[in-house]
């Protein structure tokens, strides 16, 4: 089994910072990638940040210049760094792994999961 635990979510006011971390845990054996989705209420799902292993990053042009994805591949755990928040931030922030896990000696399965998401309100 993998775990993803998210944690970092929260109430902010307009023009505040967050930071958000997701680490991986359990079975999970490698990760070739980790992002970011937000969705809110009436809006479709969408990529705000990505990073792959080796350090390739993609951003959301609405949050160029205010959000900055991290990682730690040794503790298998990606961060989202959130300045200058805005009202239109709010969401509901959700991590995806994307990866292998392990299932016994020298036997993998392909893993893409999802975080069960964490709160993020901006409002004063």
């Known amino acids: 089994q993998v775990q993803l635990v998210e944690s970092g979510g929260g109430l902010v006011e307009p023009g505040g910072s967050l930071r958000l971390s997701c680490a991986a845990s359990?079975?999970?054996?490698?990760?070739?990638?980790m992002g970011w989705y937000r969705q809110a209420p009436g809006k479709p799902r969408e990529l705000v940040a990505a990073?792959?292993?080796?350090?390739?990053?993609n951003y959301a042009d609405s949050v160029k210049g205010r959000f900055t994805i991290s990682r730690d591949n040794a503790k298998n755990t990606v961060y989202l760094q959130m300045k200058s928040l805005k009202p239109e931030d709010t969401a509901v922030y959700i991590c995806n792994v994307d990866g292998f896990m392990s299932h016994g000696p020298g036997v993998f399965r392909k893993y893409d999961g999802w975080g069960q998401g964490t709160q993020v309100t901006v409002s004063s």
């Open positions: 990073i792959t292993r080796s350090g390739s990053t």
């Open positions: 359990g079975s999970i054996f490698s990760i070739n990638a």
